[in-house]
């Protein structure tokens, strides 16, 4: 049996695959190459939008932690793991991304620039968020940590996005509309409304699976903190052991 | 020395590229098994996500 | 305390925190600690502590300031604060050819140390590269693409 949010989750995962053909197709082979970088300006496509991707996600995550300390329910603890997951994808792509970029460009794979340094950050701060979820056997012990540690690597989003602002760095600062040609901008927006979509379809497959464990976990009759009988509404007959 | 321009590098655009496709699907792939098989195996009652009573605590009363 | 209670009180701890740490970084509570670079008047100021510790200068690769020596590999530039900078330019001796974008007026960040007759000796050279991303325009004349990246 196949489930609404499976359905949904596919979908929204093929449309933004789709979106992100047309996107690249447009980036590498029709925008013109750009005055300075040449072709490799080209990586403008994927690496921009991974890294609003990222941010966004990231701001889902910290809006869902703080639904999951509020009402304690399973669906927010399931979901801000989801998105925790997709952002820090894309934060480890962003990373990879950006060496290869950086390479060409500036002369070298990393650097310990403010940028950077607090992009490093991101990635492990909610790479341990994943970790401690692992670690932690105990549902609602495991939702409240998954929720505060959330909370708090979130602080390093803004950090993130701001560093360029506020130090002095060799990444450059955030660019506009006014600092990328229309030609370049099609493609870019394009590339966002896709990895946008794509990480809204993962989201919710991954918060499925999510859901699914947790209620495999509440099922099973050997926990050592098994909650009183649920009332799942429209379940039919005793779930499998 | 150059001209002040990057020639070529399309090295780096495939291996960005290449990479950032292959994780992407890669993980939706994944994903989409792995959300499959719970549905599959569990017949999940999709109300019961949303529905209030579900509350992870189990206070419910 | 409830269990719902509980989880609440973590909440609002958590915010605290995370809104105390963030206004601590916005206000400039480590600011001191993540300095990437030196501008040339910052590396003047600092003068006594350049020489012989490992240090980042950024600045403007100067206008007619650039000799690169094939055979010998060595590269010398003056950079600046700004494209004309006649108050505080630094001269940047380099081993090895730089990164292709690499040209006057661009901006630069390199890595290496004060030597003590005031010639900086990087070990690396790293090119800035502005936020703008523009189409080639065709004839183009290469000197009006460097008021593109002035702005460091």
Redesign the interface.
């Known amino acids: 049996m196949t489930s609404r949010s499976y359905v949904a989750g596919a979908a929204l995962s093929a449309i933004g695959f789709a979106l992100l053909v047309v996107a690249h197709y447009l980036g590498l082979f029709v925008a013109p190459r750009e005055a300075m970088m040449g072709d490799v300006g080209r990586i403008l496509y994927v690496h921009v939008p991974t890294a609003w991707g990222a941010l966004l996600f990231y701001l889902g995550a910290f809006v869902a932690a703080i639904g999951s300390l509020w009402s304690g329910r399973r669906g927010w603890d399931a979901a801000t793991t989801a998105m925790v997951e997709v952002g820090t994808v894309m934060t480890f792509l962003l990373l990879v991304q950006g060496s290869l970029w950086a390479r060409p460009t500036w002369g070298t794979y990393w650097t310990w620039d403010p940028r950077l340094t607090t992009s490093a950050v991101l990635a492990a701060a909610f790479g341990v968020v994943l970790l401690l979820r692992r670690l932690i056997d105990q549902p609602a012990r495991r939702a409240t940590a998954t929720a505060v540690a959330t909370i708090v690597a979130f602080v390093d989003v803004p950090i993130v996005y701001f560093s360029v602002k506020w130090w002095n760095s060799l990444h450059q600062p955030v660019s506009s509309r006014q600092t990328i040609d229309s030609p370049m901008m099609q493609p870019l927006l394009i590339a966002a409304v896709a990895v946008l979509l794509l990480g809204i379809g993962l989201s919710v497959l991954r918060w499925r699976v999510e859901l699914a464990r947790l209620l495999a976990e509440e099922a099973a009759p050997d926990l050592p903190d098994a909650p009183a009988p649920l009332d799942l509404s429209g379940a039919s007959g005793a779930p499998r052991g | 020395m150059g001209q002040g321009m990057i020639q070529g590098g399309w090295g780096y655009v495939i291996a960005v590229y290449g990479i950032s496709w292959g994780v992407m699907l890669g993980y939706a792939v994944m994903l989409l098994a792995q959300a499959r098989e719970s549905a599959l195996a569990r017949a999940l009652p999709e109300a019961s996500a949303a529905s209030p009573a579900s509350s992870h605590k189990g206070r419910a009363p | 305390m409830t269990?719902?209670v509980q989880?609440?009180l973590?909440?609002v701890?958590?915010?605290l925190?995370?809104g105390g740490?963030?206004g601590v970084?916005?206000m400039?509570g480590i600011?001191e600690n993540?300095?990437?670079?030196w501008?040339p008047a910052q590396l003047h100021q600092n003068s006594d502590k350049a020489v012989g510790a490992t240090i980042r200068l950024?600045g403007v690769v100067q206008a007619g300031t650039v000799d690169?020596q094939?055979g010998d590999q060595l590269?010398t530039f003056t950079v600046g604060e700004q494209t004309v900078d006649t108050a505080t330019p630094v001269v940047v001796k380099a081993k090895g050819?730089?990164?292709?974008?690499?040209?006057e007026g661009?901006g630069v960040?390199v890595?290496g140390t004060m030597r003590k007759d005031g010639v900086f000796a990087a070990d690396?050279?790293?090119?800035?590269?502005?936020?703008?991303?523009?189409?080639?325009?065709e004839g183009?004349d290469?000197e009006s693409?460097y008021a593109?990246?002035e702005e460091l």
Do not use: C, D
């Open positions: 269990q719902a989880r609440r973590f909440l701890v958590a915010l925190v995370a740490a963030l970084i916005a400039g600011g993540l300095v990437y670079f501008t950024g690169w094939q590269l050819a730089p990164p292709q974008m690499f040209r661009i960040v890595e690396k050279v790293m090119v800035k590269h502005s936020n703008e991303y523009r189409a080639p325009t183009v290469p693409l593109t990246v």
